[in-house]
């Protein structure tokens, strides 16, 4: 592994979240026709199927016409449904398909393998550190600025 004299975290994390989702939007899609985002709603959606769009919005950390576009995408690739809202008619809520769970679920193994080529060359206790880490950044930043 190549040492870097580089200490600028923010670059960093930028750079390596950046080719990271490349890399995997590209797996994600040869294999199962999917990006990170969309498979990250799928697993949102497991967890709170029937959610309003502005939770799914929130869920995921997008903006409104992101999640639009998102939601269009995913409901012409029958992983989802979009439903009006019994309660408010402005809103809607989202089902994931059965298409859906079997794309979430198929996704497993790619994950694995995702975290499997981030972590190699690091011991345990490095990704400790290295969880440790990024957990503190999201902790720190996450809704207070």
Known sequence: MEETNDRRIFFL????RHALLKWADALLV?????????LAALFLLQH???????ELSKGLG?????ITGLVTRMEKGGLIEKHSC???????????????????????P??????????EGFTPDEMETVCRFLS???????GTR
């Open 48 to 54: 709170e199927d029937g959610c309003l769009l502005k």
């Open 30 to 38: 040869e294999k199962l026709s999917v990006t990170s985002a969309q």
């Open 110 to 119: 790619l994950i694995d393998h995702f975290n499997a080529v981030a972590a």
């Open 136 to 142: 503190s950044v999201i902790d720190k930043i996450s």
């Open 62 to 66: 997008l903006n409104n016409s992101a």
């Open 86 to 108: 019994p309660e408010d008619g402005r809103a809607f809520r989202v089902y994931i398909t059965p298409k859906g769970m079997e794309t979430a679920a198929a996704s497993l």
């Open 13 to 16: 994390i930028n750079r390596s």
